[in-house]
């Protein structure tokens, strides 16, 4: 037999649970897009040394890596 | 059968929803944010891959956010006394003081963390430092000290721009200081014209605005004197690599309508509050109106390449 209806609580906490789930996938997505662009081709990378400098020591490590 | 939930379990404290963390991240502050940092960033020569980019904008939005969070925490007790902010998150009891501080210190490490490695360090460290100058040295220490509270911490508003800058070209240039100078200046007379028609709320709560401490006649001639010093630094904007054409006509009549109503301000009290009330309007129009324009010169640069020469 089903239990009673949920408390209007549980449903608020549900729509924070999704609301939670939903921001953590996004963060997921944002890393992991970022990191596939600066792994990738750095020369969209203009005038910023820093990240320049990312780029080009994922690339030597990657260089190192293949022999 | 029973079901707990029912009988035992009372409604509100501490099951904020989503939109009551939200509302705590100042929304419509951030959107200020938002669109100042992304002027910046399409101005800015060179610069990231635009999902970095993109990324990087998340971060500064996230920073002022959480900002806004440990402002809140800090001025509960005063947000729950004034008309403007009596229905916030925690005044209302939506969220708990202690959540706020959590959310808005976890938010801030993780937002400056981010960005220092999605885009640079010094970025990094520009909004950390916005952050620190936003709660700590306004929010805890100036706005209940001094008349010169929103002065000096206008300051903390007027970084985003340049952190956008700073991630896109690694550095700090003449443009990006002078997109700090445009929103550092604006501030005083922005805000103090809400002062002076909203001067009860402060007054009850002892936060030392202007109007309150040194009265409705020095607030009124500091307005005016602040919008004659605000009114050359975005036509300085034009002519850097940031501004163009369309930033210099924007410039020249959104600082008419500026001074045009600050002078009426400075003369004295109007009916309801009217100049004060069309000063305060005019304000918000004038940001977006010239960081718009610094848009829009960077959208037509883009298009056509260089058409404005360098000057600054």
């Known amino acids: 037999m089903a239990m009673k209806r949920d408390h209007e ?10 609301g939670v789930l939903a921001l953590l996938l996004g ?30 020591w994922i690339d030597g490590f990657l ?4 022999g | 059968m029973t079901d707990l939930s029912e009988s035992m379990i009372d409604a509100r404290t501490g099951e904020a929803e989503l939109g009551d963390y ?23 020569p060179g610069g990231l891959h635009p999902v970095v980019a993109l990324a990087s904008l998340v971060c500064i939005a996230v920073g002022a956010g959480a900002s806004g969070a440990l402002n809140m925490w800090w001025d509960a007790d005063i947000d729950a006394e004034m008309d403007r902010t009596n229905s916030r998150p925690i005044p209302t009891g939506k969220v708990t003081g202690g959540e706020a501080l959590g959310l808005g210190i976890g938010l801030s490490i993780l937002s400056v963390m981010m960005l220092g490695v999605f885009a640079n360090p010094l970025a990094g460290a520009l909004l950390a430092f916005t952050i620190f100058f936003y709660a700590v040295i306004y929010s805890m220490w100036l706005k209940r000290s001094t008349p010169q509270n929103i002065v ?15 991630s896109m070209t690694g550095e700090v240039s003449t443009a990006s200081i002078l997109m700090f100078a ?6 005083p007379p922005h805000f103090w014209a809400l002062a002076l028609f ?30 004659l010093i605000l009114a050359p630094a975005p036509i300085a904007l034009a002519f850097t690599s940031a501004g163009g054409p369309v930033t210099l006509v924007v410039s020249l009549y959104a600082n008419y309508l500026m001074l045009r109503w600050a002078r009426q301000v400075a003369r004295g009290a109007s009916p309801d509050f009217r100049a004060e009330k069309k000063l305060f309007g005019t304000s918000i129009i004038y940001l977006f109106a010239i960081f718009g324009a610094v848009i829009a010169d960077a959208v037509i640069r ?7 020469p360098l000057w600054i």
Do not use: C
């Not at chain 1, 260089?63 to 293949?66: A, F, G, P, S, T």
């Not at chain 2, 445009?182 to 501030?187: A, D, E, S």
């Open chain 2, 22 to 44: 939200y509302a705590l991240m100042k929304p419509r502050v951030m959107q200020l944010v938002v669109f100042t940092a992304l002027a910046g960033m399409v101005a800015a």
């Open chain 1, 63 to 66: 260089k190192w890596v293949r």
């Open chain 2, 198 to 227: 909203r001067n009860d709320d402060y007054a009850r709560v002892g936060v030392p605005m202007m109007p309150v401490v040194a009265g409705e006649t020095a607030t009124r001639r500091q307005i005016w004197f602040y919008t």
């Open chain 2, 152 to 166: 000096i911490g206008g300051a903390a508003g007027a970084f985003p721009p340049m952190i956008a800058w700073a």
């Open chain 2, 302 to 308: 883009l298009a056509t390449g260089p058409y404005w």
């Open chain 1, 27 to 56: 963060f997921v997505a944002m890393l992991f897009f970022v990191t596939i662009v600066k792994l990738g081709d750095t020369s969209g990378v203009i005038g910023n040394p820093s990240a320049g400098q990312g780029g080009a």
């Open chain 1, 9 to 18: 609580l549980h449903d608020r906490r549900r729509g924070r649970n999704l």
């Open chain 2, 182 to 187: 445009v929103i550092f200046l604006w501030t």
